[in-house]
Each structure stands twice: as structure tokens, then as C-alpha cells.
């Protein structure tokens, strides 16, 4: 029997950070090292029927033990860490006892985890707080939802007298990069209700997350030769510039915007000065108002245009993903026995909005409702990255908890 923090330290030392630059899948062979481990550790749990498949996923089943029909529940996490930060020679620290001290990283000490930075370490004092060494993530995000599951896996084994219907297992790579269940198949999992492990602070339950499209402006200019180009010439690049230009920094944008205010931001652009283009994202809690701020980008465009005789541009929009709500609250019961499962745990439960994706986000599109429950990670993706050890454990009983609910 491993604990929660044992299995945890061991799984962050393994690289798994995925490459949004790969088109394979997984993105990254790698992250297979730690699903070939869980395959392992949960076939010596005896679930039989664990195994990887050849698109790094891993699909396991922990047998109903009561003899009435129960919907089958599905706990997921993901693998993978952030491109955004190194994954490679993690070292965890366990700092025993956290009393409210800044946490100063060995390996590289102008790396300090304070709590004017990061408040939320006031509410765990007297936990044991897991950090990196300062030169890479800790890989918490989500590596902690991997080892509330197992751990979860492990106490329903050695604790057959707990009721439950079949619960299945699923670990999915490429979640960072936006890929991570492009493959997943809903058909074999099976399961009617899912949750993913991969929120923050302790309580935390989300049921709603952004809907999501992408948006990619195409600029058309006028090439021509830069020695006798004037009165001929009209430059992409610029019309390009221009138009970032035009974008608001007060409003309508992620730096000037929370809670569920919605915006376009753009992430990439490149190109010559005949054709240039602007990928955007586009975000809101609404779906419908999608269309509005693409209406809006439309318009910004049109109006760079108009200065510009003899150059054209299109908007190209691709959907992304869903708010989950409007699956999730078709069945009453996925988050009144979250936040029951929560509270029976003796934890005080926080209902959030997720400002971004999860693997539940289309999950719950695809047949398959799936909110967000708590793990302790917090600080994802940087070297400030952190997880309480107590956190974590709790994280587990509230599975235990919403098991039985879903057995009763």
C-alpha cells in the first residue's frame, strides 16, 4: 500500500509534458512511461481489464459490488504537463508541518513561494506542502488528480464493504495542448456520468467552463517590388499591426477581465507582407455571445479595410469546446451529489466557473457530463507550483462519498 504523497512524488518525477508542435498522438511518447505505471499499479489493485492503448490512454474498471443497477461513474485525470515550463529532472520537496514561512527553492533560490503571492498556502498551515526544487513545474496539474484517483482505486479494494456501482478509470494524455480526448473512446468506457480531477483549492467544484471558438484573420495586401512600390504597395504585416492596434486594453481582453466577463485575445501571428494572418480566441460563458464578439472582430477588420484600397481579409471560426453547464445541469443529480460528497467530507464547498477548458468541457459534449472536482494543485504551469498533501487526501474521500451517493 502507497500513500497518496508517495505516489504522487513518484509520478512527478516522470516527464510527460506534451508538445502542442507534434502532430502525433499522444503529442509525446513519454507520457506513456507514466501510463504503462498506472496500467501496472492497477492491474496489481486487480483491475483486470487495465490496459493502455495505442493512443496513450488508459481505461481500467473497478467492479460494482452491489447487485442493483447504479449509473456507471467515470473518474478521469490527465498525465501530460504544460509545454509552458520544463517537466524533465522534477525534484518534489515536501515541506512538513507548512507553518506560513516563505517556501525558498534550493535549486535555484530567487524562486520564493510566498504568501502575498499565493494566499490560499494561509488556509493550509499545519499541512504538508509539496513544491518543485525551482528549476521546473511540480506537475500537480495533474498529476495530483492521477494520484487522488489511484489512491481512491487502492482504499475501494482494500475496503470491499463500501457500496459502489462499476466506476471506470480513465487517464488521458495531451490535455494541456487542447487534445485530450480527441481520441478517447466514449463507446468502450461505457460510463453515464463523469468528474475530472483537475481543479484547485480544497471545496472547489466546477460545473461551468468558457465556450470556446477560435478565430484566424487572413490579411490580403498588394505585393510589389520595394524600389517601386509607391501608390502600388499595400503591406499585410501592417494591416496586421493595425489591427492589434485597434484592440481594446481596458476592456473585452484576458489582462482587464474576471468572473464572467468574455474576450478575444489574441495568441499567434506571422506571415509576409503579402499575406499575413492573426490567430484570436474567443471566449464566454455564454455561447451565444460568441457571435457577438466575432461580429465585433469582424467589424475591427472591416474598418482597417476600409483604409486600405485593394486589400481584402476573411475571419475564419472554428469551434473549440462547450460550456459544460448546459449538459451538466440536465441531470440534477451530477452536482447535487458533488456538492453533498464535498460537504459529507467536512469541507465548506466553493462553487466556481472555470475561465478555460477541461477534458469534461467536451467530454460532456460527447455523451458523457463531466464536471470539475478539487485536487489541491495550485500555481499550475510555473516553478511556484504547489500541492497540499492533505488536499489531496481529502480529494479522495469526497470519491468515496459521491460513490456511495451514486450506489444509494
Excluded at 518543485?132 to 496539474?141: E, K, N, V
Excluded at 520595394?226 to 489591427?243: Q, R
Excluded at 469551434?319 to 445541469?329: F, P, S
Excluded at 494543485?377 to 507550483?385: C, I, P, Y
Aim: glycine letters at 8%.
Amino acid at each position: 500500500m502507497k500513500s497518496i504523497e508517495t505516489r504522487f512524488c513518484e509520478y512527478v518525477q516522470i516527464d510527460t509534458q506534451s508538445d502542442p508542435n507534434s502532430p502525433t498522438q499522444p503529442s509525446t511518447e513519454k507520457q506513456k512511461d507514466l501510463s504503462r505505471v498506472l496500467v501496472k499499479e492497477l492491474l496489481e489493485m486487480g483491475l483486470k481489464d487495465a490496459h493502455l492503448d495505442e493512443y496513450g490512454y488508459v481505461y481500467a474498471t473497478l467492479p460494482s459490488n452491489v447487485d442493483h443497477e447504479v449509473p456507471v461513474l467515470c473518474f478521469c485525470a490527465h498525465v501530460d504537463t504544460s509545454p509552458d515550463c520544463t517537466g524533465a529532472g522534477v525534484k518534489p520537496i515536501v515541506h512538513r508541518n507548512y507553518q506560513g514561512q516563505d517556501l525558498v527553492l534550493p535549486d535555484d533560490t530567487t524562486q520564493v513561494i510566498t504568501t502575498k503571492e499565493h494566499p490560499y498556502l494561509l488556509e493550509r498551515l499545519g499541512d504538508d506542502i509539496v513544491t518543485a526544487s525551482g528549476t521546473t513545474l511540480l506537475g500537480a496539474d495533474d498529476k495530483a488528480g492521477v494520484a487522488v484517483i489511484m489512491d481512491f482505486v487502492q482504499h475501494m479494494v482494500n475496503h470491499p464493504e463500501l457500496p459502489h456501482g462499476a466506476v471506470k478509470i480513465l487517464f488521458t494524455p495531451d490535455e494541456e495542448i487542447g487534445r485530450g480526448v480527441d481520441k478517447v473512446n466514449i463507446e468502450k468506457l461505457g460510463a453515464h456520468v463523469g468528474y475530472t480531477l483537475d481543479a484547485g483549492e480544497r471545496g472547489c467544484y466546477e460545473d461551468e467552463t468558457f465556450s470556446a471558438d477560435g478565430a484566424k484573420v487572413h490579411f490580403y495586401g498588394i505585393s510589389a517590388h520595394p524600389g517601386y512600390a509607391k501608390g502600388k504597395m499595400v503591406n499585410a504585416l501592417k494591416l496586421a499591426g493595425e489591427l492589434l492596434a485597434m484592440l481594446p486594453s481596458q476592456e473585452w481582453c484576458p489582462e482587464a477581465t474576471e468572473a464572467k466577463e468574455g474576450f478575444v485575445h489574441p495568441v499567434a501571428m506571422g506571415g509576409v507582407a503579402e499575406h499575413a494572418w492573426v490567430q484570436f480566441i474567443v471566449r464566454d460563458f455564454n455561447t451565444a455571445k460568441l457571435a457577438e464578439h466575432e461580429a465585433r472582430l469582424q467589424g475591427l477588420v472591416d474598418t482597417v479595410l476600409a483604409k486600405h484600397p485593394g486589400a481584402s481579409a476573411n475571419v475564419e471560426v472554428a469551434e473549440q469546446y462547450r460550456n459544460m453547464k448546459e449538459v451538466v445541469d440536465l441531470d440534477p443529480r451530477i452536482s447535487s451529489f458533488a456538492v453533498k460528497a464535498i460537504e459529507k467530507a467536512g469541507i465548506p464547498v466553493q462553487l466556481t466557473s472555470a475561465r478555460g477548458g477541461t477534458d469534461g468541457s467536451r467530454l460532456s459534449f460527447m455523451g458523457l457530463p463531466c464536471p470539475n472536482l478539487f485536487t489541491g494543485e495550485m500555481a499550475f504551469h510555473g516553478k511556484h507550483e504547489y500541492v497540499s498533501v492533505q488536499d489531496m487526501e481529502k480529494s479522495s474521500e469526497v470519491l468515496v462519498h459521491l460513490c456511495a451517493m451514486w450506489a444509494e
